[in-house]
């Protein structure tokens, strides 16, 4: 008999506290040292927040994008040993850059007010009740249901943030359902529904399949037998059906005991899987693919053929997270790859769609689980340079016909996550911008950069220079602020 509601959130809570305790124990067995990489350089912390409108603008901002370009990251408050500090776990800091009527009305950036940040600042705690070991919540930001939400992996609720980047609450969206979230959903852009593969750092047994509707209330929901605790980062959809990642990146009791900050590690010797199931199925419903050991950080997408078919196409690591216990700086292979699962045979097809190193694909998303043609990346440089950890050229490549086009900001920048914003009316799925974060090397401020995505190789038409240095950080998106419930100009 399962225990009520109410008994079981206060017990899940209590274990929650009495894990946590127990790791911080724990991360004492590291011995200190004030060297990490990720703590220095392009990945330093910013002090403080900041807020700014006097932005200088190279070129012409599109008339027509009126909202804000969101860039989450890791920016720790403080480390108390930064030899156990893992570049996954900092604190999390919103940078935005609003746009309106070809003008750039101002810059800001904020910490993202989960209980241990606000702790940290000695600020009161935001509404809604917290859970998971961790509440770092530093990985992405979207828009959902007509809010913007902060998200992160393993546990922890989403953030919802208003339109001024303030902190509000909580929550699991518009739903009281005791369930963690993941960083990478992915919206059906004909329902609005959101579909999430999640994991809990609590629970090695099982992983969690979500689809809430798009006024942010829970559909479905399906819980997956595991085994060691999978680190699922993302999934993938078509039109009807969700792809789950169960790969080698496993929870690691041996380093949880030595005193990793993030005790997830390569695991070679368990079987990779991926799985596919109906959106209203159980997990008896999924249909498993065995393939060889790998690790997918992110999708591109996914869509299914008339033969009963699907096609996904995905950047895949050779290993990760091996050995370090403070980022990714394994040296590894990482392709763009389409692997296609044949419904009739149960066979996987993997095929290499271009050998360069690179990561953080985006593309056209109203072409998410449907047939599409362009996706953009960013190079990476060597991995035993944590400079490197994104270089400095952007890619685009044509899936169909298997061209590529390159722009190299330089030697002296490093680019951040490049997303796509479709121009309004657009007929061809290229037909818009590409717009992206841009970081100094030499610790200048940082610049945001636009490009027209049909002629990515003549570089930006458009060049706004920020106040600051923003760290190199993980996901940005496009915000638009005439599709929040409540505006901010």
């Not at 989403?158 to 609450?169: D, F, Y």
């Not at 593969?197 to 047994?205: F, G, I, T, W």
Request: aromatic share 10%; proline share 6%.
């Amino acid at each position: 008999m399962p225990w009520p509601k109410p008994l079981s959130s206060v017990l899940k809570n209590a274990l929650s506290k009495s894990i946590q305790y127990g790791a911080e124990i724990l991360h004492q067995r590291i011995p200190y040292s004030a060297d990490n990489p990720y703590l220095e350089g392009i990945f330093a912390p910013e002090r403080q927040e900041h807020f700014s409108t006097n932005l200088k603008v190279e070129g012409q901002i599109p008339a027509e994008l009126d909202g804000a370009l969101m860039r989450i990251g890791p920016n720790p408050i403080n480390v108390k040993n930064p030899r156990n500090y893992h570049w996954f776990t900092g604190d999390g800091m919103l940078h935005a850059l609003r746009l309106k009527g070809g003008e750039a009305h101002w810059y800001k950036s904020s910490y993202i007010g989960s209980a241990s940040v606000q702790k940290k600042l000695h600020r009161p705690q935001i509404p809604g009740k917290t859970r998971g070991v961790a509440d770092a919540v530093n990985t992405n930001v979207i828009h959902f249901a007509g809010k913007i939400w902060a998200l992160v992996e393993a546990g922890a609720y989403p953030v919802e943030l208003n339109a001024a980047l303030e902190s509000k609450r909580h929550h699991l969206f518009e739903d009281d359902q005791d369930l963690p979230f993941t960083a990478h959903p992915h919206i059906d852009p004909e329902t609005g529904d959101i579909h999430a593969v999640c994991y809990d750092a609590l629970s090695q047994n099982k992983v969690f399949y979500l689809l809430i509707d798009s006024k942010g209330k829970l559909k479905h929901h399906v819980d997956i037998p595991v085994k060691h605790g999978p680190m699922i980062h993302d999934c993938a959809i078509t039109r009807s059906q969700v792809l789950i990642l169960d790969l080698n990146v496993n929870f690691s009791v041996r380093s949880a005991l030595k005193g990793s900050i993030l005790p997830y590690q390569w695991n070679p010797k368990r079987q990779a899987r991926m799985g596919i199931l109906p959106f209203g199925g159980k997990a008896i419903d999924i249909r498993w693919y065995e393939i060889d050991p790998c690790f997918i950080f992110h999708t591109v997408n996914a869509y299914e053929l008339d033969s009963g078919d699907v096609v996904m196409d995905a950047v895949v690591h050779s290993k990760a997270l091996v050995s370090s216990i403070q980022g990714p700086i394994e040296d590894q292979d990482i392709r763009l790859e389409r692997f296609i699962f044949e419904h009739g045979t149960g066979k996987v097809v993997r095929t290499i769609l271009s050998e360069m190193k690179q990561e953080f694909p985006r593309i056209n998303e109203a072409y998410t689980g449907r047939p599409y043609r362009y996706v953009y990346t960013i190079s990476f440089g060597e991995f035993d340079d944590p400079s490197h950890v994104s270089s400095n050229t952007l890619l685009s490549h044509d899936v169909e016909t298997g061209n590529s086009e390159s722009y190299s900001f330089g030697e002296n920048w490093v680019t951040g996550e490049v997303i796509f914003v479709a121009r309004e009316g657009a007929q061809a799925e290229n037909d818009g911008w590409l717009m992206s974060y841009v970081h100094a090397l030499d610790g200048r401020p940082s610049k945001v950069v636009i490009l027209d995505a049909q002629h990515m190789a003549e570089g930006p038409i458009t060049t706004i220079h920020l106040p600051i240095r923003v760290p190199v950080g993980f996901h940005c998106n496009w915000i638009d602020y005439r599709k929040l419930r409540t505006h901010y100009s």
